[in-house]
């Protein structure tokens, strides 16, 4: 069984919840106080778009960005009128998920309507926030469906007689027309403790109803907790052995949360005293740094690389400096199992969503494939995101999905280096010399100038001031131009600016 801790830094203006296994870091949650999540978020939207062709309709729900609704999370409508909401619930609201599947968008949703829907992933970039009506809310034990009217056990409840005692107690007790999810936290829970935690959701369900009566769209009906809080309703369970705080503030919230949501495991809270920040003392930090790391090195001696695109995150193994003891093939097999653990984690670590291409080093051996693939299948199951893997293709890749609510943590905490632009690289001195050339050339061949100002990063000048300034001095003499070269520290290492002073006109070069 694998240590498992939980620790939390709440200084300097931000909670940071690190989770800890057999002491590495596996997973990093953190959250500003000035910043907003909405994610789990539920809203009274307006129907604005409806797009046929694409499947899809866009929604205001208040923010800057509109939300887009696809067919396919289409499951419930008709919310403008209360009465048509428990109508639908009861007929089961099948009706518009069938119509919603079968690309007929337009005969579920029309322009102006109120409906309400949740936040399943949070805007990233120029996307709106992705949204569905499939509305889901968690609670400790439970997630309600209000729309599903059946009951899911967690396929990580593997004992059947258990799994059995929760599904008899959830389907005697839910209202009709609810559907719930019976969560891992329930197993072994008394049924007193499980159907408060019942109670509870559907009072929280109506009480969103009847807000969603006085409120006019766009508005916010239901704010998910915070992460604090969402933190010890879902993840302190008792394979966690201690969860600790860096504050007495903080440990007294913990403790009073632990108490609603885990009275059992109250005594695992902890209060750090030390002197030295917690994530430096459990060597958290430092594996913080090394999340910007492109390069991820392994003990055996080999390496991946990790690449994040927009449309998907490619990984690539290789052998580095392992040589290994034995023959290729079982040098290449360790390096493989190593970095298949390795990359489960980076992939929880750096919260990596949507399509992930894995590249391991090409085996010969189908036995040592099957190893590989369930190594990586083994260590994804601790992940509490659902993953779908598929089988090792014959060039030795693996294709992978992995749920995404929020955008990367790497993208999260980092910008765009304004060097490259997010391309990981910059033209080469030469390269950008030649270029300055042939464009100054151009324009003192199309039009007469007195001189032209060209403007670069300090680190450019400095080369054209030493490596190109024979060249340069050729093109004052054959144009009759005085070329001034100036620099400024705003300036990408790859930018150029060339200024014509004579009609007072700026451009930029390509």
Known sequence: ??????????????????????????????????????????????????????????????????????????????????????????????????????????????????????VTKESIGDKGAKLTTAVAIPGRYFVLAPYADRVNISSRIEDEAERERLRRLAEDAKPAGYGFIVRTAA??????????????????????????????????????????????????????DTFIADSFATYERVVALAEKYAPDFVSRVRLYEDDHPIFDAYGVEGEIDRMFRRKIWLRSGGYIVIDEAEALVAIDVNTGRFLGREDQEDTILKTNLEAAAEIARQVRLRNIGGIIIIDFIDMTVAENKGKVLETLKGYMARDRARSKILELSELGMVEMTRQRQRGSLVAALSRTCPYCRGRGAV?????????????????????????????????????????????????????????????????????????????????YAD
Not at 39 to 55: H, Q, S, T
Not at 206 to 231: H, M
Request: hydrophobic share 40%.
């Open 1 to 118: 069984m694998a240590q498992k801790d939980i620790l939390v830094d709440s200084s300097l203006g931000e909670v940071r919840v690190a989770v800890v296994e057999n002491g590495k870091l596996v997973e990093l949650y953190l959250e500003h106080e000035d910043a907003e999540h909405y994610a789990g978020d539920i809203y009274k939207g307006r129907v604005e778009d409806v797009l046929p062709g694409l499947g899809s309709a866009f929604v205001d729900i208040g923010h800057e960005k509109r939300g887009l609704l696809h067919a396919s999370d289409v499951v419930a409508t008709g919310i403008e009128d209360i009465d048509e909401i428990f109508l639908s619930q009861a007929r089961g609201a099948g009706t518009a998920a069938a119509a919603a599947a079968r690309g007929h968008i337009g005969d579920v949703l029309q322009s102006g309507q109120h409906i309400i829907v949740q």
């Open 187 to 240: 197993q072994g829970i008394e049924p007193e403790l499980i159907l408060r935690d019942m109670e509870d959701l559907v009072e929280t369900w109506r009480r969103i109803l009847k807000k969603s009566e006085r409120k006019r769209a766009p508005a916010l009906l239901y704010k998910d907790k915070d992460l604090l809080e969402r933190v010890l309703r879902d993840q302190f369970t008792g394979d966690v």
């Open 427 to 507: 033209l080469d001195f030469d390269v950008l010399g030649v270029k300055i050339e042939r464009e100054l050339a151009r324009r003192l061949r199309e039009e007469s100038f007195a001189e032209i100002t060209v403007v670069v990063h300090p680190r450019v000048k400095n080369f054209l001031d030493t490596t190109f300034a024979e060249r340069l001095n050729r093109l004052e003499l054959e144009n009759g131009a005085q070329i001034n070269v100036v620099s400024r520290e705003d300036v990408a290492l790859d930018d150029v600016e060339i200024i014509k002073p004579r009609r007072g006109a700026k451009e």
